[in-house]
């Protein structure tokens, strides 16, 4: 039976890593090999955690992502244990909001926060349990031995040892290349945004150095209340920083925050020409130490190109030195600015019944490509502008018009006029895919009426 109960931080804005992660599908979802970041974090959380006490601080657009991935896993999460943020305030109030749950389930405890978007070796699990011999005293903060003087990262300086670690003498913001390698010298750590808690002495430092979140948390249970006057504030800085009762334990172990391209590079398997090449073909002459990401089916060929970024998505496509990938929250922001969904939607919009993606559009018609998860149905809906023809690609569909329910196989099709209720929904144990043809006057999709949602939506 283990003992540390585990809050998951699964927010996240996509910016980072546009155009491959978006405002709805952040990049702790992607997937760099066989399981996405936040299913390695859960994973590792198992080292630590019993599964009815992992909990996962996330935003609504994002709930079913999360459960999907972990029953993906063959793991059922308690619904009950994915937190609902009203709104993104920065990591405190997301760690406070998943400490008093925590806190008023199980009573005073020790709590492992982690953040759902890191690469790490899941034997550093150890070490984190082995820290907990500190959280009565100290609040205790992850370092990584810094393997450059990388200037993406803040760092921690350690002061007298504590055993299994050092009490913490500064924390620094991220530096300049020459005062990264004068913190190195000084033997800073990397500062990882991990950390192992005591619910009680936690709360007590929060009343102390931020007594105005304290404040927001003692004075209400609503949690939509809480978020209306919480301010916005990082934990590092409303705690960490300020507390002197903090320790920092060194995690010798291979660990990444994955915070832009050029760190994606650095971590993943490179070819002869130390280039990283994922989902498609290539051809390269003369290139050197590129990440190319495109599609499936597709040749990238790269001539007299080296330290570039290149990723190509359906409908976005990005090129940078390696050196600039820091800048990519700048495009994304610009096209907020303009009000471009491209920030917040890919091509693949995630459900939580499974993806569609737009494959042609005009002012009156949509053509998607439609994909229903085994045992998962849409919502039984209605449209008033549009009329729509599914031809089933491959499983089978059990189709409701109405009040008349049939199945519908591979190479046949139904049709459902504008006004008619229509349910669509995958009985079988294997994907449903249909190509989906919307024609009308008006095809946009705030056209749908829904009348009966498992998944609690209304619009």
């Not at 305030?89 to 709590?111: D, H, W, Y």
């Not at 998607?368 to 089978?396: A, D």
Request: hydrophobic fraction near 35%.
């Amino acid at each position: 039976m283990n003992t540390i109960k585990s809050i998951i931080l699964a927010g996240g804005s996509g910016t980072r890593l546009w155009p491959l992660s978006r405002e709805q599908y952040p990049k702790q979802f992607l997937k760099f090999g066989e399981t996405s970041l936040f299913q390695s974090t859960f994973l590792r959380c198992l080292e630590i955690t019993d599964i009815p006490e992992i909990f996962v601080v996330t935003n609504g657009s994002q709930k079913f992502f999360v459960l999907g991935q972990i029953q993906e896993l063959g793991y059922e999460l308690p619904e009950e244990n994915v937190l609902i943020e009203p709104e993104g305030k920065n990591t405190l109030p997301a760690i406070c909001f998943g400490m008093k749950i925590v806190e008023k389930r199980f009573g005073r405890s020790v709590v492992g926060v982690f953040s759902s978007d890191h690469v790490l070796d899941r034997s550093a699990m150890n070490t984190i349990a082995a820290a907990e011999e500190l959280v009565s005293d100290y609040l205790v903060t992850f370092g990584i031995s810094p393997s450059s003087p990388n200037t993406g990262y803040g760092y921690v300086k350690p002061a007298e040892s504590l055993g299994i670690g050092h009490r913490v003498s500064e924390f620094r913001e991220k530096p300049d290349f020459e005062t990264a390698k004068q913190y190195i010298e000084e033997g800073c750590l990397w500062n990882s945004g991990m950390f192992l808690f005591d619910t009680a002495l936690f709360f007590d430092e929060l009343k102390i150095h931020a007594p105005e979140v304290f404040g927001c948390f003692e004075g209400s249970n609503e949690i939509d209340d809480i978020y209306k006057d919480v301010p916005s504030i990082s934990v590092d800085y409303g705690i960490m920083e300020r507390s002197s009762n903090v320790a920092v334990v060194k995690l010798d172990h291979k660990w990444s925050d994955l915070g832009n391209f050029s760190a994606i590079y650095d971590e993943f398997e490179k070819n002869n020409d130390e280039n990283v090449i994922y989902d498609c073909d290539h051809v390269t002459l003369n290139s050197n130490r590129n990440l190319v990401h495109s599609m499936p089916g597709k040749v990238v060929s790269l001539i007299d190109v080296n330290d570039m970024v290149v990723v190509d998505t359906p409908d976005a496509l990005l090129v940078c030195p390696k050196e600039s990938s820091q800048k990519v929250k700048d495009v994304v922001n610009e096209l907020k600015s303009r009000n471009d969904e491209r920030a917040q939607i890919g091509q693949i919009v995630y459900r939580p019944w499974g993806s569609y993606s737009v494959l042609e559009s005009s002012q009156n018609h949509v053509i998607k490509n439609i994909t229903v998860l085994p045992g998962r149905k849409l919502s039984l809906q209605l449209h008033y502008h549009r009329s729509e023809h599914w031809v089933v690609v491959k499983g089978m569909a059990c189709v409701q018009v109405n009040n008349e329910k049939f199945f519908v196989r591979p190479g046949e099709s139904t049709f459902i006029r504008a006004g008619e209720k229509h349910r669509l929904s995958n009985p079988s144990t294997n994907p449903l895919e249909i190509i989906e043809v919307q024609l009308g006057e008006y095809v946009d999709e705030s056209d749908i009426v829904r009348f009966d949602d498992e998944y609690g939506r209304t619009g």
